[in-house]
């Protein structure tokens, strides 16, 4: 049996700061993720914690509690702004989602929605 853990990466956008917006993105992102990733079908797999960013554009509300209160993880989560960077993607929630595997060695499927699928297409599914 292998152990394995492994980070997920994921990015979505909001169009407005808006609390409705940054709730239904989130939680987007989120279950895209434990989607494309079998996460919840396969008992191999444990999400041991999350880490959520956001540009500094992003106040209306929390991702991570609406991620948190949707129920679609259960596992610690660490938040955090991202740095004002001239020409940064705005209105963006970035997730890494660490996982932990004990069964066959898999590959991540990183998941890029939204204004976010620009940001890093060698990781998105073609």
């Known amino acids: 049996m292998i152990n394995q853990i492994f980070s997920i990466r994921g990015a979505t956008t909001v169009e ?36 959520i960013s ?9 991702p991570a509690r609406a991620i948190r209160e949707s129920g679609v993880v259960n596992a610690p989560i660490f938040s955090a702004k991202e740095p004002s960077i001239d020409g940064a993607l705005p209105l ?5 989602v660490r996982v932990s595997n004990s069964g066959e060695r898999v590959e991540p499927k990183h998941v890029y929605l939204h204004n976010a699928k620009n940001l890093r297409k060698d990781l998105i599914e073609k």
Request: net charge negative.
């Open 16 to 51: 407005e700061n808006s609390v409705s917006q940054i709730t239904e993105r989130s939680v987007e992102l989120m279950k895209e993720i434990v989607s494309r990733n079998n996460l919840s079908e396969n008992s191999c797999f444990e999400i041991t914690d999350y880490i």
């Open 54 to 62: 956001t540009t500094e554009d992003i106040t209306a509300f929390y």
């Open 92 to 96: 963006c929630i970035r997730v890494m």
